[in-house]
């Protein structure tokens, strides 16, 4: 009776996870099965020495089950096997010593050949610096002056909200994407400094064939030379907050004339953001500009809304500090930071911060409605 | 059976009431409320799990935030290793190796008690962050800095959690380490001792060696927090990496403490069921003795990726690679025992021959990511937890089960349900890689570890990888049934209870009265396990 049932839910659960999985093109599955070869010597050496190891322990494997099943096949008392009572060996033990020494030596010789190679950052063409931020990533192109934040895209960030309601998989490179790429010439040896501003992140593009922590207080340097245009997605993987899921990396690697377009007009927007850090501004340029910086920087936590998260991030929304007529305490919080709250001084300017703060004052049913100008940020750094 | 087991039957009077489990000095009892203990929390745990799988099996947040998210991921953590394995580990201890040496009790049997009831305070403590401003930890069961300290109220409670389970495993495993070399009966030389209880004298001293180095790395954190220290905080002149160390230098020998009373168990199994032996006894102890010893040396292997000096990811990566010898010495000596056996596959005997093939493939992903350029790749994503997943669940766990099948005619009296055994074995074991295997495809395919949302192209894989999830958690109702069918009736057993059963403890009756071996036995050459 029991045995009945059991076997219905059995046959039930097989039946419904073949419907999934016939469902799905099998060749998706072909595609999520193993390591990317990618496109730098480093990542063809590493996907190379992947797939050795993964042959040999794949053939340790077959020797060592096949030898198990037939043992387990053979003597077992059903078939009238009669135990014998031996019980060592010393050539035996001696040869499963010293073969698994020779497979490992075996291993151990590209594998240090290999690393010897990756810990080679002499010599670099150019250098960038990438500084991980919860949840952002920050880069530093130093031969260049150019500085720049990359965040998560929004289509991305509105669909992965806790029931948004948005399916992923309309959703273009979801998870993937972000609103400023890194630009990357290839055919150059460029040196990849990572660090952090708040907590230990992990920089990592499959595609070059390694990742590195960035740890904040240190400097770790790294290098890439990437030998074919194109884009090259990747995550942050060390575990760094609630968000650690949500920033990703996407490398734009393009020939060596385009890449020097591209750096000249990062130089002239930088230009113009500078300058309008110094200028009086409107309440309405204010308000504009405080949606984007608050949508971009601030609603990962105190969400859109100002609401906050129960427990974890105070709501904006009705916020004594936020309706505080004198803004100064307010000023020092952003720049600072508190406990969870980053400090935003290295990471917005004083327009941005001017921006977000006039917005908040004036939105959600807060009750100060004044407007922030550039130079009391200013004033307060 | 001994005259000396007769004369102990006269005068069992166990306590009545609660105050029997609430004051036990005895080991019986106390191994029992461990087992009790860890199958709680392994349901605890395994709750926790489920939200996870429940998350992660579609693309998209469905059902949790993802703050909450890495809470569950964290406490799973915890609760598993800390609440169902070791407490399981310990309970199989105190129940079998007085029994096995010949000893009346433990050696230090109120502390036994304190250790035991040391562990429902501090998962109190543990688990009721869970109501605090802040949340329950969420940094991860590694606990690394700086991001630990962003917690909120809950974080004094961890940081005393965890001293507090340290405190708990230092005391059992002194008392296994006291018991064993006062107490042996006459004639129990070291080298007869079943390999079950020298797989814990052996994980007694790396507990010893390992809990208070994590016990510091927690109190560092504790007062960098509260105090104003700067031990890993680099703009005090602290080093956040330098906690890395410090945790996995307990780490991995923990993950040792962990295996090895599984490695025992299925020692004690194989030769039973195979009729014959254990092969190579003698370097069956010492392969477990360097397995230990090399455990201290390998610890960088988890932090490949923070930059260290190349001679340092070399050193790492030969160390690594040497434990797989002693490893495959272990294997392959239980591969021999079955050799020519005339083996039958009772439950136990299903599960630890489980563990012989599960535990290897985590073996095999284990050599891979010790290959430091590799692991560069490998590193936190699901390539590591589908390592870690293979040896701890059908590698400790289907040990610790088989364990449990084992003896549970011994502890009750009564022969278990066969039938509903290997009904169990064989829906854990399908569903078990189900679980775990893809793992290793996304992993590779680059899905990163902690994440409660991924990218499309993973959703398949999660999907199939939940359905395992849901049915492994749902199969291991079936032992709870089983043992509770045990516990109430069912075919007495005898004392021997398995055919080729070897040692003191089938010499004594099923189920062995309250006080035994009140007399010692003598231990010849003949009567000894192996
Ligand atoms: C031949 C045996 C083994 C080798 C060579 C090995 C190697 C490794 C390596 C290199 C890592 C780090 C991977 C990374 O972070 O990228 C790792 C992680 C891990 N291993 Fe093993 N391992 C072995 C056996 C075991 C055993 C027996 C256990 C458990 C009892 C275990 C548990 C773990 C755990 C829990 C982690 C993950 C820790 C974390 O990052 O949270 N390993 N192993
Ligand atoms: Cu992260
Ligand atoms: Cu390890």
Not at chain 1, 161 to 173: A, H, R, V, Y
Not at chain 2, 96 to 105: E, F, K, Q, R, T
Not at chain 2, 203 to 209: E, G, M, R, V
Request: aromatic share 14%.
């Amino acid at each position: 009776m029991f045995f009945n049932k059991l076997k219905q839910i059995i046959f039930g659960i097989t039946a419904f996870s073949l419907l999934i999985i016939s469902e799905a093109a099998l060749a998706d599955y072909m595609n999520v099965l193993n390591l990317t070869e990618g496109v730098t010597p480093t990542s063809k050496m590493v996907y190379g020495l992947h797939m050795q190891i993964l042959y040999i322990v794949t053939a340790i494997g077959v020797v060592v089950f096949s030898v198990m099943c037939w043992s387990i096949y053979h003597h077992r008392k059903s078939k009238g096997a009669v135990a014998e009572q031996f019980h060592h060996s010393t050539t035996a033990e001696i040869t499963w010593t010293i073969i698994p020494i020779i497979i490992l030596v075996v291993m151990a010789i590209p594998a240090t050949k290999a690393l010897v190679f990756m810990e080679q950052t002499g010599d670099a063409e150019m250098t960038i610096k990438v500084t991980g931020y919860q949840w952002k990533w920050k880069y530093d192109y130093l031969d260049d002056d150019i500085s720049f934040f990359s965040s998560m895209s929004k289509d991305s960030n509105d669909a992965r909200q806790l029931g948004s309601g948005i399916d992923p998989k309309t959703i273009e490179n979801y998870l993937l994407d972000v609103d400023n790429r890194v630009v990357l010439p290839i055919n150059t040896k460029i040196r990849i400094l990572t660090t952090a501003a708040d907590v230990i992140h992990d920089w990592w593009v499959p595609a070059l064939g390694w990742k590195r922590d960035a740890i904040p207080g240190f400097i770790n340097d790294n290098w890439t030379y990437i030998e074919e245009p194109g884009v090259y997605r990747g995550k942050c993987a060390e575990l760094c907050g609630r968000d650690h899921a949500f920033m990703p990396i996407v490398v734009e690697a393009v020939p060596k004339a385009e890449y020097a377009v591209w750096v000249e007009e990062q130089k002239t927007m930088q230009l113009a953001a500078a300058e309008g850090a110094e200028r009086e501004w409107t309440k309405d340029e204010l308000l504009e500009k405080g949606k984007d910086v608050y949508a971009a920087n601030c609603t990962a936590c105190h969400m859109a809304e100002g609401q906050g998260v129960e427990g974890l991030f105070p709501a904006l929304s009705g916020s004594a500090i936020v309706n505080n007529t004198d803004a100064s305490e307010m000023i020092m919080l952003i720049l600072n930071g508190k406990n969870m709250m980053p400090a935003f001084k290295d990471i917005l300017n004083d327009a941005d911060i001017a921006a977000a703060m006039t917005h908040e004052r004036n939105s959600w049913g807060n009750t100060v409605k004044d407007v922030i100008q550039p130079s009391d940020v200013k004033a307060m750094r | 059976m001994s005259e000396a087991v007769i004369h102990d039957d006269h005068h069992d009077h166990k306590p009545s009431g609660i105050g029997r489990w609430l004051f036990s000095t005895n080991h019986k009892d106390i191994g029992t409320m461990y087992l009790v203990f860890a199958l709680i929390m392994f349901f605890v745990g395994g709750a926790m799990s489920m939200v996870i799988r429940a998350e992660l099996f579609q693309p998209g947040i469905q059902y949790v935030d993802p703050q909450f998210y890495n809470s569950m991921v964290t406490v799973h953590a915890l609760v598993m290793i800390f609440g169902a394995l070791m407490p399981a580990g310990v309970g199989l201890a105190n129940w079998m190796v007085p029994l096995m040496i010949g000893a009346p009790d433990m050696a230090l049997p109120r502390m036994n008690n304190m250790s035991f009831w040391i562990l429902p305070f501090a998962f109190t403590l543990l688990l009721s962050t869970f109501f605090m401003q802040g949340g329950a930890p969420a940094g991860g069961w590694t606990m690394y800095p700086p991001l630990v300290l962003q917690l909120g109220d809950g974080f004094p409670y961890l940081v005393f959690a965890v001293h507090f389970l340290g405190i708990s495993s230092i005391m059992g495993a002194i008392n296994i380490i006291a018991t064993v070399f006062n107490m042996r009966a006459p004639g129990m030389t070291f080298m007869r001792l079943p390999l079950f209880v020298w797989a814990w004298i052996i994980t007694a001293f790396l507990l010893i060696a390992a809990m208070p180095v994590l016990a510091g790395g927690v109190t560092m954190l504790l007062t960098d927090k509260y105090f104003g220290t700067a031990f890993f905080d680099a703009a005090g002149g602290g080093d956040p990496v330098m906690f890395q160390h410090i945790f996995w230098f307990f780490g991995h020998p923990e993950v040792y403490i962990l295996v090895l009373p599984s490695f025992g168990v299925i020692s004690q199994i194989i030769p039973t069921f195979s009729r014959k032996p254990l092969f190579g006894y003698t370097s069956m102890v010492y392969a477990t003795a360097s397995i230990a010893f090399l455990s201290f040396f390998v610890w960088a292997h988890h932090m490949f990726t923070v930059g260290m000096p190349l001679t340092g990811e070399l050193f790492f990566m030969y160390a690594t690679m040497s434990i797989a010898v002693p490893t495959g010495v272990k294997i392959f000596n239980w591969m021999a025992t079955m050799w020519r056996g005339s083996m039958t596959f009772e439950t136990p005997m299903l599960f630890a021959i489980g563990v012989l093939f599960m535990f290897s493939i985590g073996g095999f992903s284990g050599l891979m990511m010790g290959i430091t350029p590799v692991d560069f790749q490998y590193h936190d994503t699901y390539f590591i937890v589908a390592h870690f997943h293979y040896v701890i669940v059908p590698g400790i766990i289907f040990g610790i089960i088989g364990g449990i099948y084992f003896w549970l005619p011994k502890w009750t009296g009564n022969m278990y349900d066969e039938k509903l055994g290997k009904l169990h074995f064989w829906i854990s074991t399908i569903s078990v890689n189900v679980l775990f295997f893809p793992m290793h495809f996304i992993g590779l395919a680059g899905m990163p570890r902690r994440i409660p949302d991924y990218s499309v192209q993973f959703a398949d894989w999660n999907s199939i990888i939940s359905i395992g999830g849901f049915v492994f958690g749902a199969s291991q109702l079936i032992l709870v049934w089983v043992v509770i069918k045990c516990v109430r009736g069912g075919e007495k057993a005898t004392d021997q209870v398995w055919e080729g059963a070897h040692g003191l403890e089938w010499t004594l009756p099923s189920p062995p009265p309250f006080h035994t071996f009140t007399t010692p036995p003598k231990v010849t050459d003949a009567t000894a396990h192996s």
